[in-house]
């Protein structure tokens, strides 16, 4: 059997996507990488439909080193509405409830947050 042919320019290199909300990772690789014409590219890592984000690709050459970088440190920002209900805990969800929220101040929100620092594995 002979060897698979790509079609698709030898582009080495990284590129670092601003992935958008409700866009998949395996949606917007293909997307992108297709303005290089690049016969080989991977990404680093996935991003869940609900996210932003960057999303490191890799082309050509440099998908040698996804690996490292799916091991890499990385870090996540969130924003939290307190006060709301919604059918599935998401944001995009249909609204259950709203109420008023009491006895909730900066130095308890920042003892609770203190649990998500550090090593989380998921």
């Known amino acids: 059997m002979g060897r698979r042919q790509h079609s698709g320019r030898n582009v080495t290199g990284f590129l670092r996507l601003d992935n958008p909300l409700a866009l998949t990772t395996t949606e917007a690789l293909p997307r992108d990488t297709r303005l290089y014409r690049a016969a080989k590219a991977g990404h680093t890592g996935s991003l869940d439909p609900l996210a932003t984000g960057l999303l490191p690709c890799c082309l050509g050459d440099a998908t040698k080193f996804s690996a490292f970088l799916l ?52």
């Open 71 to 122: 091991d890499a440190d990385k870090r996540y920002r969130v924003r939290v509405r307190l006060g709301v209900t919604t059918t599935t805990a998401e944001d995009e969800a249909e609204l259950v409830e709203t109420r008023p929220v009491e006895g909730v101040d900066v130095t308890r929100i920042r003892a609770v947050l203190r649990g998500f620092l550090g090593r989380i594995d998921q």
